[in-house]
């Protein structure tokens, strides 16, 4: 009789293996992490040399030959010898057959699934079990058009838009058309990797198919080829197994928006919530993204599908402009999903009621055992308008609300243009009074404003302005003060208003005032906020901000607009007007306003309000924020 471990039987290897399928592999939904091109198995559930070892050793093997390893590299990945390889593929002949048939190729099937009459709809219902909402259909009816080659989907936080555009759309046409060329640009390489990863698992992981009416990976045996193939995945790049073409550019690449795209060519370009407050905030800022997008992006899909996907954050953000120059395009879709239907009606309701409520409810929470209130849309609405009403209308309900609700209007500023058409910045005329306006702040941002006032004429020319981030001190004297007192010191700066609310020691420095006193300007103190005098509250509705809208109407503002590097220099103190009163942003329109103040022939501002109220078209709701607010 032999001494040792008794040998166990095909049956009972068998059953080994199917345990450890069953308990390891199939309850780990992410064997592999993607975010490294190494693969990651699931630990052994026993020690080495035991029968369950073994099991998992097996079924471990399987898989790093499933993911393109030759049989040395997979030995070595679980931790043996080649010659374990050897000894086992002669013990057990079925196995080692199922594992040759995987590292030739014969184990894949030809054929797939004909998807030639399936919609997106359909498609997202029998591989990921969901109902498209009504919002939803309307977006796969404009993918789905033939004209529709250029769509933009502009939606509020959470109703789907980009699970729907950016995860499931492109796995759809990809099921298609294996040799489809698509590009997934996102606001940063992470969040690009993170979508193309969530593609990854769709592609790779059968247990998220589970609940559903059919399996993708099965109905199509797997999309990652064999790295003999030459097409290995990477961080950024995929290309499946199916490709027939002789193209070498990939299935899908995932990059950051202003990045390069590879290949000349694209089938579908998808631009996935790509806009930031951070890369929108300036002019020359939104200039950028729209020159890469033309030029670097589109310009390769020309042939193919664009489409833009995203949620509006800010009111002249690319979105907005791209809606507007493409309106009358025969190619051009436009999907709007906004939070809330006939707002501020009978009728009002949650443009997704599936997912939204329109009130709070309590609802009890199963991970904690408690009672916790999910916040309807009106508690998230009465949140945001408490703080900043512009915020709810744009980013929750897609408005364009600088052409709805803004004091400052467009045309309003292209008329002060016009006035100083034959102006450039820094040239003063002999008759004008120099201003200088200063919003100080030694972390965010600052500006100062300089006006040219004529006493005659009563024509406030913008003369020069300068906009700087985190100054510090040193940089408010030098940077807001000094330097137009220095260069300006032929014509003399007359005042100099400072608004003091955040910084109201500055005038108390006396190197500050022995600085002033050589450049013979009179300082003078300016507090944003106060009860309705020449020099106080903002929001006044006689003198704040909101009225020198009058201003502009009788032609009494004029922008140097000579050159176009002098409207460039004007681009901050236009964008602060444009979004104003809903912006937080408005230190070169403070700076503007305050030196404003200091103008003589201050009966401009004695004009009866409500006659200038209607005279500008001002809606109701926009006087009484104007007047009441900040009281």
Known sequence: MTAGRPKRSEAELLQDRAKVQAQIFGANNSVFQFEQEDIYLPPPPAKKGTSLWKAWAMECFLE??????????????????????????????????EAKSIRSGEHVKDSSPDLS??????FCKLYFGVEFAEHQIKIQDSLADPMGR????????????????????????????????IALVTKSGDKAQDLLNRIKRYLTDPNLYNDCERN????????????????????DQITIRQRESGERDPTIQALSVGKQIYGARLDLLILDDALTLENQQTDIRRARIDEWFTQEARSRAQRGQ???????????????????????????????????????????????????????????????????????????????????????????????????????????LDKAFELGGSRSIGQVMPDEILILGVDPATTGRAA??????????????????????????????????????????????????????????????DTLKAHAEWAGTRLIDHRTTGQGKRRGNKWDNEFGIGSMA???????????????????KLAPLVDDMLVFPWSKVQDALIGFWVANGECQGHSVFQTDMNKVAARRNIPPIIQERMFLRNR
């Open 64 to 97: 790093c030959i499933r993911y393109g390893l030759n049989y040395s590299d997979a030995c070595k990945k679980i931790g043996v010898t080649r010659k374990w390889w050897e000894e086992n593929s002669n013990r057990h002949p079925e196995w080692a057959a």
């Open 550 to 568: 009058s201003l502009f109407h009788s032609g009494l503002v004029a922008f140097p607009s000579a050159t176009t590097e002098d409207r460039a």
């Open 448 to 509: 100062s404003v300089l006006l040219a006032y004529n006493p005659e004429t009563e024509v406030r020319t913008v003369v020069d302005l300068y906009v700087g981030h985190r100054l510090g001190a040193t940089g408010i004297r030098n940077k807001l003060l000094y330097q137009f007192w220095e260069e300006y010191n032929d014509h003399r700066v007359a005042f100099t208003v400072i608004e003091t609310n955040f910084a109201p020691t500055i005038l108390g420095d």
């Open 216 to 235: 993708l990976i099965k109905d199509f045996n797997g999309f990652k080829p064999q790295r003999a193939d030459g097409f290995g995945w990477s961080r």
């Open 306 to 412: 664009t489409l833009v996907n995203g949620t509006r954050v800010h009111p002249l953000d690319n979105y907005g402009q791209w809606k507007d120059s493409w309106a009358d395009h025969k190619i051009f879709r436009y999907v709007k999903i906004p939070a809330m239907l006939d707002e501020h009606t009978d009728n009002e309701r949650p443009s997704w009621p599936e997912y939204w409520n329109l009130d709070g409810v309590e609802e009890f929470d199963e991970a904690t055992g408690t009672e916790v209130f999910r916040p309807g849309l009106r508690d998230i609405r009465s949140e945001i308008v408490a703080r900043d009403p512009m915020r709810w209308k744009l980013v929750y309900q897609q408005e364009d609300v600088q052409q709805v609700e803004s004091i400052f209007r467009q045309e309003m």
């Open 117 to 122: 009459d399936v919609s997106f709809a359909e």
């Open 150 to 181: 250029l769509v933009l989907v502009l939606g509020h936080p959470e109703s789907g838009k980009s699970t729907l555009s950016s995860l499931w759309y492109p796995i759809y046409r990809m099921c298609k058309n294996p040799d489809i060329r």
